[in-house]
């Protein structure tokens, strides 16, 4: 027990020498100054007394109100709590100072100094006299930052973007100024920011701030030379002809220059208080190079290339084109700035799915056309008349066996235009024409041969005519079509005349051996009446033989 309050009272001496209490208090506020670190009071307490350098401020004896000692600034100012800590109202710069707790204690007196010290936040933050713009590498004041009323002084800190931004001596210099108050002893600090600036900084935001507060941000205007000029189009192409066509002069330059120079086709045009420039109704001669460039560095400048697209038909045919069939129809499809992207044909208001070949014209190929070419935007529609016309030319000539036999139906077949007139050289019982298709038309004729014919068949129309002839006769039919020749159908006449007197010459030897084998018979080689039967049979047979035979050589002759 002895040894424990021996000690106390050796940490008490000690700390009368060097560890001094500090309490820190809030400029105007009321400052608590402990006695003792708030430690109860002594029982055996006998008085309290508060003192600073200048004599009493408060004394307290056992069980008696407090006394005010104090004068001048703080007569009024002083005051203490149950538990002997000492109240100042209103504290100020001046409170800064030591003040002494003394105990008495039943004849032992203890004093516990505690110094105190007042602190006061800045009154406002100030961000004054922001740069008006920042040019790129030039070491410009961008502003002032002031904290007012501070204790101890404000530091302040620039950031940009929020984060600090630390003097380098070069980009970045900071000067801070502290001015003290004489009245108040209060400091107000003043920073200044010399900053060169990047070109990013221009969307830079920059603050100034102490501990607690901050000033509200500001960005600036980043000044810069133009360094690159580009043209753009700022009508979307691709152009056609009567499109309006706006082109842009874009410098990157900050603030931008206010005027350009157009280069439209070699001619320059000055734009004021404007970027840009528009070509009304453009057509295909506006095609070219288009240039841009500063007006007080015409090196500075850009070009584009444009097109204006434009597609003209022009096929080169009338409206309605006649040819001769076998002939070919050259045309041009159009004339068009670009590659045609798709030519669709139709023929007759039906679709074809390729370019008609015109190279050898054919009567099908006469019809309407339509053609329609397309290029991006553009299309374009053409039509013709397409009329291919040819002297008449038999096809084939023929004749078809009727199925009675009794009459042959002549076929003609024909190929011409205009449409062809058939007419034969023979009168028929029944005529017909098939209808005309592609320039073809056939027609028949029934006749009844009452005599060996040759029919000639003549197709004609306004160009021209075509004959062709055909064999007709009783017994049979000639397939055979040829045009007349004379040495030609003597040698046919041959043929058939040899071919007849052949079979005349068979019907004779059967004939002769026919009779002969009567002649036999009636010799008496067969003399019965059975024999008779069979001899009757016998000659049956042989006269069916001669029957087939004949037959034979007439299907020979008919074939
Ligand atoms: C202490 O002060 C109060 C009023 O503030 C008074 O009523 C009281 O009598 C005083 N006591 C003594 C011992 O003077
Ligand atoms: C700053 O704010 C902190 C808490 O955010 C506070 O503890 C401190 O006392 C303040 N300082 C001043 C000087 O206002
Ligand atoms: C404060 O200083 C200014 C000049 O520096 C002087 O004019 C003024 O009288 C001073 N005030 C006090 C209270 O000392
Ligand atoms: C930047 O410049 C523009 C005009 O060039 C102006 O309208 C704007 O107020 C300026 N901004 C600042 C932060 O100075
Ligand atoms: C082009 O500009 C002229 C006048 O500026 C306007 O009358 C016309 O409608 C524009 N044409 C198109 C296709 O925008
Ligand atoms: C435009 O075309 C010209 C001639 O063909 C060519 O010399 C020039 O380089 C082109 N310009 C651009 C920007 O393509
Ligand atoms: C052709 O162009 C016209 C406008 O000129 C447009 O209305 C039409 O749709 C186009 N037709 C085709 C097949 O592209
Ligand atoms: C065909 O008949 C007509 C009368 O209908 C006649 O004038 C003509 O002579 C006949 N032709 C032939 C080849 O028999
Ligand atoms: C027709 O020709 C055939 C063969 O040449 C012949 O047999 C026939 O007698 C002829 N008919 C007439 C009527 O001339
Ligand atoms: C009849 O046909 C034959 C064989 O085709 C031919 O040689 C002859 O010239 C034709 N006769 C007549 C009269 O046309």
Same mark, same amino acid.
């Given at each position: 027990?002895?040894?424990?309050?021996?000690?106390?009272?050796?940490?008490?001496?000690?700390?009368?020498?060097?560890?001094?209490?500090?309490?820190?208090?809030?400029?105007?506020?009321?400052?608590?100054?402990?006695?003792?670190?708030?430690?109860?009071?002594?029982?055996?307490?006998?008085?309290?007394?508060?003192?600073?350098?200048?004599?009493?401020?408060?004394?307290?004896?056992?069980?008696?109100?407090?006394?005010?000692?104090?004068?001048?600034?703080?007569?009024?100012?002083?005051?203490?709590?149950?538990?002997?800590?000492?109240?100042?109202?209103?504290?100020?710069?001046?409170?800064?100072?030591?003040?002494?707790?003394?105990?008495?204690?039943?004849?032992?007196?203890?004093?516990?100094?505690?110094?105190?010290?007042?602190?006061?936040?800045?009154?406002?933050?100030?961000?004054?006299?922001?740069?008006?713009?920042?040019?790129?590498?030039?070491?410009?004041?961008?502003?002032?930052?002031?904290?007012?009323?501070?204790?101890?002084?404000?530091?302040?800190?620039?950031?940009?973007?929020?984060?600090?931004?630390?003097?380098?001596?070069?980009?970045?210099?900071?000067?801070?100024?502290?001015?003290?108050?004489?009245?108040?002893?209060?400091?107000?600090?003043?920073?200044?920011?010399?900053?060169?600036?990047?070109?990013?900084?221009?969307?830079?935001?920059?603050?100034?701030?102490?501990?607690?507060?901050?000033?509200?941000?500001?960005?600036?205007?980043?000044?810069?030379?133009?360094?690159?000029?580009?043209? @753009?189009?700022?009508?979307?192409?691709?152009?056609?002809?009567?499109?309006?066509?706006?082109?842009?002069?874009?410098?990157?330059?900050?603030?931008?220059?206010?005027?350009?120079?157009?280069?439209?086709?070699?001619?320059?045009?000055?734009?004021?208080?404007? %970027?840009?420039?528009?070509?009304?109704?453009?057509?295909?001669?506006?095609?070219?190079?288009?240039?841009?460039?500063?007006?007080?560095?015409?090196?500075?400048? %850009?070009?584009?290339?444009?097109?204006?697209?434009?597609?003209?038909?022009?096929?080169?045919?009338?409206?309605?084109?006649?040819?001769?069939?076998?002939?070919?129809?050259?045309?041009?499809?159009?004339?068009?700035?670009?590659?045609?992207?798709?030519?669709?044909?139709?023929? %007759?208001?039906?679709?074809?799915?390729?370019?008609?070949?015109?190279?050898?014209?054919?009567?099908?190929?006469?019809?309407?056309?339509?053609?329609?070419?397309?290029?991006?935007?553009?299309?374009k529609t053409a039509y013709f008349e397409l009329?291919?016309?040819?002297?008449?030319?038999?096809?084939?000539?023929?004749?078809?066996?009727?199925?009675?036999?009794?009459?042959?139906?002549?076929?003609?077949?024909?190929?011409?235009?205009?449409?062809?007139?058939?007419?034969?050289?023979?009168?028929?019982?029944?005529?017909?024409?098939?209808?005309?298709?592609?320039?073809?038309?056939?027609?028949?004729?029934?006749?009844?041969?009452?005599?060996?014919?040759?029919?000639?068949?003549?197709?004609?129309?306004?160009?021209?005519?075509?004959?062709?002839?055909?064999?007709?006769?009783?017994?049979?039919?000639?397939?055979?079509?040829?045009?007349?020749?004379?040495s030609e159908d003597s040698d046919s006449t041959?043929?058939?005349?040899?071919?007849?007197?052949?079979?005349?010459?068979?019907?004779?030897?059967?004939?002769?051996?026919?009779?002969?084998?009567?002649?036999?018979?009636?010799?008496?080689?067969?003399?019965?009446?059975?024999?008779?039967?069979?001899?009757?049979?016998?000659?049956?047979?042989?006269?069916?033989?001669?029957?087939?035979?004949?037959?034979?050589?007439? @299907?020979?002759?008919?074939?």
């Amino acid at each position: 027990m002895h040894f424990s309050s021996g000690l106390c009272l050796f940490i008490a001496l000690v700390c009368q020498v060097s560890c001094e209490e500090t309490i820190i208090g809030l400029y105007g506020e009321t400052v608590e100054v402990p006695c003792n670190k708030g430690a109860p009071k002594p029982k055996d307490l006998i008085m309290t007394k508060w003192k600073y350098n200048n004599g009493a401020l408060l004394t307290q004896s056992k069980d008696k109100n407090v006394t005010v000692k104090a004068t001048k600034e703080y007569m009024n100012r002083v005051s203490m709590t149950e538990d002997s800590s000492l109240l100042i109202a209103g504290a100020t710069l001046k409170d800064e100072q030591t003040f002494t707790c003394m105990i008495v204690v039943d004849g032992d007196i203890s004093e516990f100094p505690v110094k105190v010290i007042i602190h006061k936040a800045p009154t406002t933050l100030d961000f004054t006299s922001p740069a008006a713009e920042l040019e790129i590498g030039k070491p410009t004041q961008l502003g002032i930052c002031s904290a007012h009323d501070a204790n101890p002084a404000a530091v302040i800190t620039w950031y940009k973007n929020k984060k600090p931004l630390l003097a380098d001596g070069k980009g970045i210099v900071i000067s801070s100024a502290l001015k003290v108050d004489n009245e108040t002893g209060l400091t107000t600090t003043t920073s200044v920011l010399s900053y060169t600036a990047v070109k990013e900084d221009a969307d830079a935001f920059f603050t100034c701030g102490t501990l607690n507060s901050s000033s509200s941000p500001i960005s600036f205007n980043v000044t810069y030379p133009t360094e690159k000029v580009s043209l @753009q189009v700022v009508s979307k192409g691709p152009f056609k002809e009567g499109d309006n066509l706006t082109l842009r002069c874009k410098a990157d330059g900050n603030p931008p220059p206010t005027s350009f120079n157009f280069h439209i086709k070699g001619k320059v045009v000055k734009v004021e208080n404007s %970027d840009t420039y528009t070509l009304t109704k453009v057509t295909r001669k506006d095609t070219g190079e288009y240039k841009c460039s500063l007006i007080d560095n015409a090196k500075m400048e %850009d070009s584009k290339n444009l097109t204006i697209n434009y597609l003209d038909m022009s096929l080169g045919l009338p409206g309605k084109v006649t040819k001769r069939a076998g002939e070919g129809l050259t045309f041009n499809l159009a004339d068009a700035s670009g590659e045609l992207e798709s030519v669709a044909w139709k023929k %007759d208001n039906v679709k074809l799915n390729k370019q008609p070949a015109f190279e050898k014209l054919t009567y099908a190929d006469s019809g309407k056309y339509e053609v329609v070419v397309t290029m991006g935007p553009l299309n374009k529609t053409a039509y013709f008349e397409l009329v291919v016309e040819g002297v008449p030319v038999i096809q084939q000539l023929k004749t078809q066996k009727a199925k009675d036999s009794q009459h042959s139906v002549l076929l003609c077949t024909a190929e011409g235009f205009p449409k062809p007139t058939v007419s034969w050289s023979v009168n028929g019982t029944v005529s017909s024409e098939s209808s005309y298709i592609n320039g073809e038309i056939t027609h028949s004729l029934t006749i009844v041969p009452s005599v060996n014919l040759t029919v000639a068949c003549t197709v004609s129309n306004e160009l021209g005519q075509d004959t062709k002839f055909v064999n007709v006769s009783i017994l049979y039919e000639e397939v055979k079509m040829d045009k007349q020749d004379s040495s030609e159908d003597s040698d046919s006449t041959k043929l058939v005349v040899g071919l007849v007197v052949s079979l005349l010459l068979t019907t004779v030897v059967v004939g002769l051996v026919y009779w002969l084998y009567m002649k036999k018979s009636k010799q008496g080689s067969w003399t019965t009446g059975e024999k008779d039967d069979g001899s009757n049979e016998e000659s049956k047979k042989l006269e069916e033989k001669i029957d087939e035979k004949l037959e034979e050589n007439i @299907q020979k002759v008919e074939v």
